[in-house]
Nanobody, 125 residues
Framework: QVQLVESGGGLVQAGDSLRLSCAAS????????MGWFRQAPGKEREFVST????????YYANSVKGRFTISRDNAKNTVYLQMNSLKPEDTGVYYC??????????????????WGQGTQVTVSS
């Protein structure tokens, strides 16, 4: 019913920038938030950022605050993650997710109902 497709990942050097995109298709009625998570090899999936769809309110993990920016395009049904000043520790598979739940904590993976396939981001020293 809902499909999410990430794009924009790649191999970059420390200090460079990348812009990730997540194109959504299918049901939009009842969607409250979309977010980004990442997972490094051997580590658990961690919260990166989320955006409340209607209000545009944004939230960030402390590790990316001031460097990453999440945004949305209602007409294109797409969410973006602008990543600046990338560090090697930002390396991982980045996943887009959509939540169809109200009044929840969107920093937890369990708050999301649909997930994309992920896109690899690698930052070299």
């Amino acid at each position: 019913q809902v499909q999410l497709v990430e794009s924009g990942g790649g191999l970059v050097q420390a200090g460079d920038s990348l812009r990730l995109s997540c194109a959504a298709s299918g049901r939009t009625l009842g969607r409250y938030a979309m977010g980004w998570f990442r997972q490094a090899p051997g580590k658990e999936r961690e919260f990166v950022s989320t955006i409340r769809w209607n209000t545009g309110n944004t939230y960030y993990a402390n590790s990316v605050k001031g460097r990453f920016t999440i945004s949305r395009d209602n007409a294109k049904n797409t969410v973006y993650l602008q990543m600046n000043s990338l560090k090697p520790e930002d390396t991982g598979v980045y996943y887009c997710a959509a939540s169809y739940r109200a009044d929840t904590d969107w920093s937890y993976t369990r708050a999301y109902d649909y997930w994309g396939q992920g896109t690899q981001v690698t930052v070299s020293s």
